[in-house]
C-alpha cells in the first residue's frame, strides 16, 4: 500500500472583477449555474445584458484593455463554428470548446494570434447544447481513432484548444459538467475526453463519475521557462501535486511538457522536472499516464500580438533565429532550426524513458 503524497502548494483560483451574460446566454441553464458559482466566489460585479454584443472593455491604452479584459467573464453563447467540431491534430480527433480565452498571462500564448479583439474569457452558456452535440462525431474522427497506436483511446474530443477549462473551472462548472456528460453517457461508441491546464484545483472533479473516459494533462515544464514567462498559473510543483492527486484517484492523466525551449542549462532543467513526476507518481498501480511534447513556435500575428501585451518579455521571438514551417493552407509558423529540434527531442525523449517508462509518448511537435 502507498502512502499518500503530503498536500502540495495552495491551488490559485481565479476570480474575475466583472461578468458579463449576453441577452442569449441568459435562457440557458448552464448560465444559472455560473452565475451561482460567481456568486459564491464574491464576485458583485455582473451585468446582464440586453444584446449580445460584449462592449466595455477597451481602455485608454493597450495595456488598460488588456488588464480589463483578463479580470473579465463574459458569458456567451457558442457561435456556430463552435459547435461544428473541427480535427485537431496531434492531439485528438475534434475540438471541442467550452470556453474561448483565459485568465493566465502567459508571453508565449498560443492563442494569441487565434483569438480577437481584447483577451476576455468568454465561457459558453449553451453547453447543453454543445455536449449533446458530440454523438454526430463518434466513430468519425481521423487523427487518433485510425492512429495504430492510439486507436484505444476511441474518438477523441479536445476541450482545451481555446481555453484553460481548470483555471476557469472555479467559476464555470463547464468542465465538471463536460467530463460528467462524457462519463456516463451512452454514445454507442468509445470515447475519450482531453483537457490540459497549467492550474492545480482539482479538488472538485476527484469524485466525478468519469468512467475512464476523461484524460487530464498537466501542462509542465522547468522553472527557468514557467517562473520566466508565465503569469497567474498554478506553480510547477502545485500542478505536479495535483497530477499525483488524479492518478492516485485511478484517472487518466498526462504530462504535456511545453513549451520545450533551450534556455539556461535546459538539459538539467528537464531532466530535473522528469524525476520530480516520476518522483511524485511513484508506487502508484495500474498508472495509466501520457506525455505529448511540444517546442515553443509562434506565428507573425501571434508574435505582434504578445508583444503589445508584453512590451517588456525576453521570449526570443525572432525568425531569424528560426525555421519558417508553412501548414497545408500556407500558414507560417516558426519553430527551432533543425539541429536545435533534434538536440531538444533527442534529450526530452530520452529523459521520459528514463524518469517515467510507463508513459506512452503520443507526439513530439
Same mark, same amino acid.
Given at each position: 500500500m !502507498?502512502?499518500?503524497?503530503?498536500?502540495?502548494?495552495?491551488?490559485?483560483?481565479?476570480?474575475?472583477?466583472h461578468?458579463?451574460?449576453?441577452?442569449s446566454a441568459?435562457?440557458?441553464p448552464?448560465?444559472?449555474?455560473?452565475?451561482?458559482?460567481?456568486?459564491?466566489?464574491?464576485?458583485?460585479?455582473?451585468?446582464?445584458?440586453?444584446?449580445?454584443?460584449?462592449?466595455?472593455?477597451?481602455?485608454?491604452?493597450?495595456?488598460e484593455?488588456?488588464?480589463?479584459?483578463?479580470?473579465?467573464?463574459?458569458?456567451?453563447t457558442s457561435?456556430?463554428?463552435a $459547435?461544428?467540431?473541427?480535427?485537431?491534430?496531434?492531439?485528438?480527433?475534434?475540438?471541442?470548446?467550452?470556453?474561448?480565452?483565459?485568465?493566465?498571462?502567459?508571453?508565449?500564448?498560443?492563442?494569441a494570434?487565434?483569438? !480577437?479583439?481584447?483577451?476576455?474569457?468568454?465561457?459558453?452558456g449553451?453547453?447543453?447544447?454543445?455536449?449533446?452535440?458530440?454523438?454526430?462525431?463518434?466513430?468519425?474522427?481521423?487523427?487518433?481513432?485510425?492512429?495504430?497506436?492510439?486507436?484505444?483511446?476511441? !474518438?477523441?474530443?479536445?476541450?482545451?484548444?481555446?481555453?484553460?477549462?481548470?483555471?476557469?473551472?472555479?467559476?464555470?462548472?463547464?468542465?465538471?459538467?463536460a467530463?460528467?456528460?462524457?462519463?456516463t453517457?451512452?454514445?454507442?461508441?468509445?470515447?475519450?475526453?482531453?483537457?490540459t491546464?497549467?492550474f492545480?484545483?482539482?479538488?472538485?472533479?476527484?469524485?466525478?463519475?468519469h468512467?475512464?473516459?476523461t484524460r487530464?494533462?498537466?501542462?509542465?515544464?522547468?522553472?527557468?521557462?514557467?517562473?520566466r514567462?508565465?503569469?497567474?498559473?498554478?506553480?510547477?510543483?502545485? $500542478?505536479?501535486?495535483?497530477?499525483?492527486?488524479?492518478?492516485?484517484?485511478?484517472?487518466?492523466?498526462?504530462?504535456?511538457?511545453?513549451?520545450?525551449?533551450?534556455?539556461?542549462?535546459?538539459?538539467?532543467?528537464?531532466?530535473d522536472?522528469?524525476?520530480?513526476?516520476?518522483?511524485?507518481?511513484?508506487g502508484?498501480?495500474?498508472?495509466?499516464?501520457?506525455?505529448?511534447?511540444? !517546442?515553443?513556435?509562434?506565428t507573425?500575428?501571434?508574435?505582434?500580438?504578445l508583444?503589445?501585451?508584453y512590451?517588456?518579455?525576453?521570449?526570443?521571438?525572432d525568425?531569424?533565429?528560426?525555421?519558417t514551417?508553412?501548414g497545408?493552407?500556407?500558414?507560417?509558423?516558426?519553430v527551432?532550426?533543425?539541429d536545435?529540434?533534434?538536440?531538444?527531442?533527442?534529450?526530452v525523449?530520452?529523459?521520459?524513458a528514463?524518469?517515467?517508462?510507463?508513459?506512452?509518448?503520443?507526439?513530439w511537435?
Amino acid at each position: 500500500m !502507498t502512502t499518500p503524497l503530503a498536500a502540495g502548494p495552495r491551488p490559485r483560483l481565479w476570480t474575475p472583477q466583472h461578468v458579463l451574460v449576453t441577452r442569449s446566454a441568459q435562457e440557458h441553464p448552464h448560465t444559472a449555474e455560473i452565475l451561482r458559482r460567481c456568486e459564491a466566489a464574491g464576485v458583485d460585479d455582473v451585468e446582464l445584458l440586453r444584446g449580445d454584443r460584449i462592449t466595455g472593455l477597451r481602455g485608454g491604452s493597450e495595456r488598460e484593455t488588456y488588464a480589463r479584459a483578463k479580470a473579465t467573464l463574459a458569458v456567451v453563447t457558442s457561435p456556430a463554428s463552435a $459547435r461544428k467540431l473541427d480535427p485537431i491534430p496531434p492531439s485528438a480527433d475534434w475540438r471541442v470548446d467550452l470556453a474561448r480565452g483565459c485568465p493566465a498571462h502567459c508571453q508565449y500564448c498560443y492563442l494569441a494570434g487565434s483569438l !480577437t479583439g481584447p483577451p476576455v474569457t468568454r465561457v459558453f452558456g449553451d453547453l447543453e447544447e454543445i455536449l449533446a452535440g458530440l454523438d454526430a462525431y463518434v466513430g468519425h474522427g481521423t487523427i487518433t481513432s485510425t492512429s495504430a497506436a492510439r486507436a484505444g483511446e476511441g !474518438t477523441t474530443f479536445e476541450a482545451s484548444c481555446y481555453t484553460d477549462p481548470l483555471g476557469i473551472e472555479h467559476v464555470t462548472g463547464s468542465l465538471s459538467a463536460a467530463i460528467r456528460h462524457v462519463g456516463t453517457h451512452d454514445f454507442g461508441g468509445p470515447v475519450q475526453l482531453r483537457a490540459t491546464t497549467k492550474f492545480a484545483d482539482v479538488d472538485g472533479l476527484l469524485g466525478l463519475p468519469h468512467g475512464g473516459r476523461t484524460r487530464l494533462r498537466f501542462s509542465l515544464g522547468p522553472e527557468s521557462v514557467t517562473g520566466r514567462f508565465e503569469g497567474g498559473t498554478d506553480s510547477v510543483s502545485a $500542478r505536479i501535486a495535483a497530477l499525483a492527486r488524479m492518478a492516485r484517484a485511478g484517472w487518466p492523466v498526462g504530462v504535456t511538457i511545453a513549451p520545450i525551449m533551450p534556455v539556461g542549462d535546459w538539459r538539467a532543467a528537464y531532466s530535473d522536472l522528469l524525476a520530480r513526476v516520476a518522483a511524485a507518481l511513484e508506487g502508484i498501480e495500474d498508472l495509466d499516464l501520457t506525455a505529448e511534447c511540444i !517546442t515553443h513556435r509562434f506565428t507573425p500575428g501571434s508574435k505582434e500580438t504578445l508583444e503589445s501585451w508584453y512590451p517588456r518579455t525576453r521570449l526570443e521571438m525572432d525568425p531569424e533565429q528560426r525555421r519558417t514551417k508553412r501548414g497545408k493552407f500556407g500558414a507560417v509558423k516558426h519553430v527551432y532550426p533543425d539541429d536545435v529540434m533534434a538536440d531538444l527531442r533527442a534529450h526530452v525523449t530520452a529523459e521520459l524513458a528514463d524518469h517515467l517508462p510507463v508513459a506512452r509518448v503520443l507526439y513530439w511537435t
